[in-house]
């Protein structure tokens, strides 16, 4: 039954993998203009050490993401660990105690719960430097409350944070289109309000970026889209000039910014990564999309649906039950090519209230751009997919986990 599916499925996404394409065609021409606009040679590819002064690759690397995500600036360094600290980064660095935050779609990504200190008090967290709060929640239809954020703005709301990837929630991501209009309502209303976006898992997926349409701030990590599968480690941050040198502050200390940081051995691979990043993310839509029919041919909700606007790479399957989110996991890690006879089990992890499962076999520890899932065991118990180096390798990722569920 499964291969006759498999077959009628592959027909069906045919349209859509054309669209894809176009889009990473588009994508593809903007990397290589940086590229050449930032005068690229061999000499850029080798790494400094210490403290990294004058680290002409670091530099011609910052100016490549500057230019394909639309920015005056960028910060890409790979000290910064993942894009929680990306993130924390822009908001640790532009905000000051008295300030106040405004999240529009409701409760960000779980791991942001401790930074802000939206439960308690956490040493070291915005909370607990004075820096006000709250949130607007979704309508129950998943769109923006424009009223409720309109209300919500004052002269003491000096950022805006906008998630464009849904996270851990079933809720729509934020398309390129949404995230342009609300940027406008909210500078139509305080035009010194800084928008900042949350972009990961949405970079080079839409032709344009947040900073295209006006964002002010945007961030995410390396070892998902933008690292194309070969970077290392690493996060970066772009956006207005004076405020990536605020991130950097942060990032260092104050008068010292963004001027260290060495790029050490594996810089090659950082420019590397973001040159193939169109055509991995494009890989990875692809898969995503024979994901939402295979599973929505077998019965299940999926999020977005196989046809659907995407605007980030992840794929949301509702399984309604504890036992068969852990066993979907267990069958995409048995088809992993690192640690594929690892037996993922749910547990809690920093940053998360429920526990945690997660299957990854990447060569790259936790490189979701790789080929992984995992979801909390909460209802309504989904597993949120993202990733895939390559369509054939989604493909035998996605079936041996289909397989799992099915037998379960």
């Not at 532009?94 to 999240?103: F, K, Y």
């Not at 605020?246 to 963004?258: C, E, K, S, V």
């Amino acid at each position: 039954m499964l291969k006759k599916i498999v077959s009628e499925v592959e027909y069906e996404i045919e349209p859509i993998y054309r669209q894809i394409e176009k889009t990473s065609m588009h994508n593809h021409a903007r990397v290589l203009k940086a590229f050449q606009l930032a005068r690229v040679s061999d000499f850029h590819l080798k790494g400094g050490t210490g403290y990294g002064y004058g680290d002409a690759g670091r530099d011609v690397l910052e100016k490549i993401y500057a230019h394909v995500f639309g920015a005056e600036a960028a910060l890409v360094r790979g000290q910064i660990v993942s894009g929680t600290h990306a993130i924390a980064l822009c908001l640790f660095g532009v905000l000051q105690p008295g300030d106040h935050l405004l999240a529009v779609q409701g409760a960000p990504y779980d791991t942001l719960e401790q930074v802000i200190g939206i439960r308690e008090s956490t040493p070291g967290s915005l909370r607990s430097y004075g820096i006000t709060y709250n949130q607007i929640e979704l309508l129950p239809d998943g769109s923006l409350d424009w009223q409720g954020i309109g209300k919500a703005l004052s002269k003491k709301t000096k950022m805006v944070m906008i998630q464009r990837s849904r996270g851990y929630a079933w809720r729509p991501s934020l398309s390129i289109a949404e995230i342009e209009k609300l940027v406008q309502f909210i500078k139509s209303i305080q035009p010194q309000t800084v928008v900042f976006v949350d972009n990961c898992y949405g970079e080079l997926v839409e032709t344009k970026e947040p900073c295209h349409v006006g964002a002010d701030l945007i961030a995410g990590s390396l070892i998902k889209n933008p690292g194309g599968g070969l970077a290392p480690t690493g996060g970066y941050v772009v956006g207005r000039k004076d405020l990536v040198q605020l991130a950097a502050n942060r990032w260092t200390a104050p008068g010292i910014g963004d001027e260290v940081g060495p790029t050490l051995g594996y810089h090659r691979l950082l420019m590397q990564g973001i040159f193939i990043a169109p055509h991995t993310v494009a890989e990875a839509l692809k898969g995503a999309v024979f994901t939402a029919r295979l599973f929505e041919r077998l019965g299940y909700r999926v999020s977005p649906v196989y046809d659907e606007h995407r605007t980030d790479i992840i794929q949301a399957i509702a399984l309604g039950d504890g036992d068969k989110l852990v066993e979907f996991c267990r069958g995409l890690q048995s088809a992993s090519p690192v640690d594929s006879y690892v037996q993922p089990e749910p547990d809690g992890m920093p940053g998360y209230d429920d526990a945690v499962v997660m299957a990854a076999g990447t060569f790259v520890q936790g490189a979701s751009i790789e080929l992984s899932a995992d979801g909390p065991l909460r209802e309504p118990y989904a597993v949120y997919v993202q990733g895939g180096l390559s369509k054939e390798y989604i493909k035998l990722g996605i079936l041996s986990a289909a397989e799992a569920v099915l037998n379960s």
